[in-house]
């Protein structure tokens, strides 16, 4: 084959399951990104059944026309496994036994205590100059295999395995294979309470160095400011000029959660937080307790669904809940009031809502959520009115809460 000098990439996915709607191709996202930050730029990207002939098609159309190929996914040992027979096929290699990788699936079983089916067996088929790549995660190894300067790759579609493999093996091997690779340096700004338009008037593309590329990329109720290029120095000099016009509503860089950013805080201040939830049924104290490390600042919390518990757990008036309801800035803040009692905690964040589909009243729509808040020896309760489902509106107000605690502590709330 010629030599291939551009340092681009296809990625095909294999599967019945994506192509139905049932498991969303978070894979795609994972090795786009990953292979950017190496200087392996993504061009192409297409789904395709778990079959022969579509697999290979797939192949016949990507195979010597970029510099990797990479499928995910078909690598199991049941009958709807097909990748590595049309792989075989197409490259036109017969399949051999391979007694390490069968060692490898027998202790795996072993370790599990759990019998060993003799379909496993066909994972321990390598077709001939492929390289197995181990797979400390499961029993299907990866697939390498290398012809002229074109790199081919076989990954299973389990994310966690697909991962483990790209990061143990394939990393290096791009290195090692693609030393013309420029890195994508990459810088994102992670704003709140601004709209996608708006800060587009307020930083376009031409205040961008050549050579450094923008993209807004809206959240749910958020928005991201994604810088790119392959000259760092450059991505930091866009970095720079947009942050004195934008700062305001920066919360957060890069990867980091708003409960991330949240917890760095409290930790910083030497603050304990607890939340009470109604309407949200645990997603704040989810989110917060997701990051590892979080047991450092936060106590726990509760989830007061009905008016009896708010009542009775956390000391809300029977007056507020018949004169002004559940749903009231006055009910938030005898809730955050009451869970910062029973935890004895430095903060607290408090959120009743209504969710939807159901429940809205011309008062107070489906959307309608009230947040109670206390920092040290602040006060103070706030009410938003949120769109679309149900899951959205619960999304929404968790980021709320959370993002709202953050400004206070950096000194930027309105309160």
Not at 165 to 187: R, V, Y
């Amino acid at each position: 084959m010629p030599r291939h000098t551009k340092m681009n990439a296809a990625i095909i996915t294999i599967g019945n399951e994506i192509l139905m709607g049932k498991t969303i191709n978070t894979n795609l996202a994972y090795l786009g990104s990953e292979l950017a930050k190496q200087g392996i730029f993504v061009e192409y990207a297409l789904t395709v059944k778990d079959e022969p002939n579509a697999i290979k098609q797939a192949l016949q159309d990507t195979w010597g026309k970029y510099k990797i190929v990479i499928t995910t996914g078909g690598l199991g040992p049941t009958e709807d496994d097909l990748t590595k027979s049309a792989i075989s096929e197409f490259f036109g290699k017969k399949q051999h036994f391979d007694d390490n990788i069968w060692e490898h699936i027998q202790k795996m079983f072993a370790f599990r205590k759990i019998p060993l089916p003799e379909t496993n067996r066909s994972q321990a088929m390598v077709p001939d100059d492929f390289i197995p790549l181990r797979n400390d995660l499961g029993t299907a190894p990866g697939l390498f295999y290398r012809e002229g300067d074109f790199l081919f790759f076989a990954l299973q579609g389990v994310p966690s395995e697909m991962k483990h493999i790209f990061e143990t093996h394939i990393k290096d091997i791009i290195t090692q294979n693609c030393p013309d690779a420029k890195p994508l340096s990459i810088k994102t700004l992670r704003t709140y309470g601004i709209a996608e338009s708006r800060l587009a008037e307020l930083f376009t593309l031409s205040n961008l160095p050549e050579g450094v590329s923008l993209a807004w990329l809206p959240q749910i109720g958020r928005v991201d400011l994604r810088f790119y290029g392959t000259d760092a120095n450059k991505v930091e000099e866009a970095v720079k000029k947009a942050l004195p016009v934008i700062k305001p509503f920066v919360w957060g860089y890069d990867e980091e959660s708003p409960a991330e950013i949240l917890l760095a805080r409290l930790w910083k201040n030497i603050y304990t937080l607890s939340v009470a939830e109604s309407c949200t049924g645990g997603l704040v104290q989810k989110l917060i307790t997701d990051i590892p490390g979080s047991s450092n600042s936060f106590l726990g919390g509760v989830i007061a669904y009905s008016n009896a518990l708010k009542k009775n757990l956390l000391n809300v008036s029977d007056t507020v809940l018949e004169t002004e309801g559940a749903v009231s800035e006055t009910c938030a803040l005898q809730m955050a009031e009451g869970i910062k009692s029973l935890t004895k905690s430095t903060c607290s964040i408090s959120i009743t809502g209504i969710a939807g589909p159901d429940g809205g009243t011309a008062e107070k729509p489906v959307g309608t959520v009230c947040f109670g808040f206390i920092a040290a020896e602040k006060y103070w309760s706030k009410k938003q009115f949120f769109t679309g489902d149900r899951e959205i509106i619960r999304i929404k107000a968790a980021d709320f809460a959370i993002l709202s605690l953050i400004q206070h502590l950096q000194g930027r709330n309105d309160n």
